[in-house]
């Protein structure tokens, strides 16, 4: 087995190009376990962010016992999806501050307009640890403390986002193109730049998602404008 290291940039992988998951909790009614689908985003650490109703029946679970596990997956639609990735993120699920949280969740799910609803809330998963599948015969335990970014490591960073992503989108929405076109290999389309974190920035046109990852990690917003203007170059040329 390779060592919890060098597969943890893998499953931060497969969580930021989720835009869904499966959300097991244990359910107040029969004691047992209750499994169910919601949206997710991911903070900048990778963090599981939620959005949840108040009267749904996972979040009633949640209320009394926060205790969960959520399926990231990332098989795909390969014919084969046991030989793919997937990451079960397990720890406890709790409201948190609306700020960070709606603003990445939005970036991923535009449409979500039932986040101003009064019985709505954001949601974020205290990771304990996860389950890493890489395909046959790779299976291995992640700590949170490999699995997630040190959140000293990232401040500069994120709160540098919200205008990163702002400009690249108002201001340089042909870069943004090329580089999903371009770099990605993406359909042609009307490409947003939804989110950025040290090893890799994600994209997002209408249903579909991708992410390019970075050849050296990025953690300051002058570090993060020079890598973008060197792929947007890159996308340039490749044009």
């Known amino acids: 087995m390779p060592p919890p290291s060098e597969v943890a940039p893998i499953a931060r992988r497969v969580m930021r190009l ?4 499966a959300l097991a909790s244990i359910d107040q009614e029969s004691g047992g376990p209750f499994l169910s689908l919601t949206g997710v985003a991911c903070l900048m650490d990778v963090t599981p962010i939620l959005l949840m109703s108040d009267i749904s029946r996972h979040t009633k679970n949640l209320d009394k016992d926060p205790r969960a596990s959520l399926l990231f997956d990332g098989t795909g639609d390969n014919a084969n999806p046991l030989s793919e990735d997937r990451v079960s993120v397990n720890g406890r699920i709790v409201k948190c501050a609306r700020t960070q949280a709606e603003q990445r969740f939005m970036a991923r799910h535009p449409k979500a ?3 101003q609803f009064a ?3 954001f949601y974020e998963m205290l990771v304990d640890d996860a389950h890493f599948v890489g395909g ?3 299976a291995l335990s992640v700590r949170a403390d490999i699995l997630c970014l040190k959140k000293a490591e990232i401040q500069e960073l994120q709160a540098a986002e919200p205008s990163i992503l702002n400009h690249m989108n108002e ?3 042909e870069a943004v193109r090329n580089i999903a076109v371009n770099l990605l290999q993406e359909r ?6 939804t989110g950025i974190d040290p090893e890799g920035c994600d994209f997002m046109m209408r249903k579909e998602r991708c992410r390019l990852d970075f050849s050296s990690r990025v953690e300051t917003s002058d570090e993060a ?6 792929l947007a170059k890159k996308a ?3 044009n």
């Open 18 to 21: 989720a835009d869904k998951v």
């Open 171 to 173: 201001q340089h929405g």
């Open 225 to 230: 404008h020079q890598t973008l203007v060197a």
């Open 188 to 193: 042609d389309g009307p490409w947003q730049l």
């Open 136 to 138: 046959f015969g790779t």
């Open 119 to 121: 019985d709505f809330s």
């Open 236 to 238: 340039r040329r490749n």
């Open 113 to 115: 307009f039932y986040a």
